[in-house]
């Protein structure tokens, strides 16, 4: 039978360490004591309506599900090592969330969280927030549905990523990822997706300075570019573009088909470059 604990008010060190099949709710860890990982080593645990304000709570956690709760700016670092997880309609605005986790849901949740997602695997994302830098590194196996992102330096050194219907404002975004794809979604950023291997962008939006360059494997489909000069320097393209490209710089191989653009330049090269410009 699950244990149930609700009211409960702890700034104790390890309050609830080593739970087992519970429930908590409408509790709060916070307070001057200022005791860390509240919840460690916890295993097949319901946490409703919680308020976490101290450091480490969630670290070592299986079996876990995370539900109508607030963790505040002083909760660090709240979820590390931990796997088999529901986030559901939480707000999270601690720095460094989620790191070397696996099998993570996370749902209708607010996140405000630097380096969230680093180095996890089979982390699934649907409708929410997101404010982040260096979102996802090195993090593999994930899906992401209508996500609606703000940061820099997202998706870094990713693999085995798939992202629809979202609109992600990033900078730097998909930078040495590997088998990567984005779907009807909005890219706004500078210097996209550069060294990537086996991006496909498909049906998007995609707005930005210099984007493209330096990536193998790189297929466009249906997608529209704005604001994008000196793309695809050096990448190994198969691109179908909707509209016009400002610019177009020295591009390896492919093609490139585009209704127009503003400038090809090829010159200057350090390699041969034998990419198809077409224009229609």
């Known amino acids: 039978m699950e244990k149930l604990i609700t009211g409960l008010v702890s700034d104790e060190e390890r309050a609830l360490y080593n739970l087992t099949d519970a429930v908590v709710e409408s509790c709060s860890f916070a307070g001057e004591a ?5 919840l460690k080593e916890s295993r097949s645990i319901t946490v409703k309506n919680c308020n976490f ?3 480490y ?6 079996d876990f599900k995370l539900i109508d709760s607030k963790m505040s700016v002083s909760c660090r670092a709240p979820l590390w090592y931990s796997k088999n997880g529901v986030i559901d309609h939480c707000e999270i605005n601690g720095v460094k969330c989620l790191r070397e986790c696996e099998n993570i ?6 996140l405000v969280s630097t380096e969230f997602g680093w180095k996890c695997r089979n982390i ?4 929410c927030d997101m404010e982040s830098e260096y979102f996802l590194f090195m993090t593999r196996d994930t899906d992401i549905e209508r996500l609606r992102m703000n940061g820099k330096y997202s998706f870094q050194y990713t693999e085995n990523l798939r992202i629809k219907d979202s609109e992600l404002n990033t900078k730097d975004a998909f930078w040495h990822c590997k088998n990567v794809t984005v779907e009807n979604s909005v890219i706004n950023g500078e210097y996209l997706a550069w060294y990537s291997d086996g991006l496909t962008l498909i049906n998007c939006k995609i707005n930005g300075t210099q984007p493209l360059c330096y990536c193998r494997n790189l ?5 529209t570019m704005e604001n994008a000069d000196l793309s695809f320097e050096y990448s190994d393209v198969r691109a179908d573009i909707n509209g016009s490209i400002v610019s177009v710089k020295n591009p390896h191989s492919g093609y490139i088909k585009a209704d127009s653009i503003g400038e090809v330049i090829i010159g200057n ?8 410009i077409i224009t229609e």
């Open 34 to 38: 200022d005791g860390e990982s509240a």
């Open 53 to 55: 304000e101290l450091r």
């Open 57 to 62: 709570p969630l670290w070592h956690t299986t």
């Open 105 to 110: 849901e996370i749902k209708n949740t607010k």
């Open 124 to 127: 699934h994302f649907s409708d």
């Open 269 to 276: 090269s350090v390699m041969e470059n034998n990419c198809r």
């Open 219 to 223: 297929r466009i489909i249906n997608c």
